[in-house]
């Protein structure tokens, strides 16, 4: 089983910077792709950035020229830099990855709260 402890989150006031880590464990092989997901109360989660193990990255529109996704292959680590934060960018944020173990994975950590004041 593979497991993903996100850390990092809090709050911050509208114009600042926080920066989000998620680490995998477990029997892992190979990480096809990491990447940060985001939700708010009643909404659906919504795709915030993924990196995969070649280094491509892919971006919500709302966050490209403000969000930097990276990722540590050796570390089996994704980490996600959020500056120039804005009050919409509130909410739970949710790591996830999908690779190999004994068997295919697609795991998701317990989610980590950003709130940004305005």
């Known amino acids: 089983q593979v497991h993903l402890v996100e850390s990092g989150g809090g709050l911050v006031q509208a114009g600042g910077s926080l920066r989000l880590s998620c680490a995998a464990s477990?029997?892992?092989?190979?990480?096809?792709?990491m990447g940060w997901y985001r939700q708010v109360l009643g909404k659906q989660r919504e795709l915030v950035a993924t990196?995969?193990?070649?280094?491509?990255?892919n971006y919500a529109d709302s966050v490209k020229g403000r969000f930097t996704i990276s990722g540590d292959n050796a570390k089996n680590t994704v980490y996600l830099q959020m500056n120039s934060l804005k009050p919409e960018d509130t909410g739970v944020y949710y790591c996830?990855?999908?690779?190999?173990?004994?068997?295919?994975?697609?795991?998701w950590g317990q989610g980590t709260q950003v709130t940004v004041s305005s």
């Open positions: 477990g029997s892992i092989r190979i990480i096809n792709a």
């Open positions: 996830h990855a999908d690779g190999i173990s004994s068997i295919r994975f697609d795991s």
């Open positions: 990196v995969t193990n070649g280094g491509i990255t």
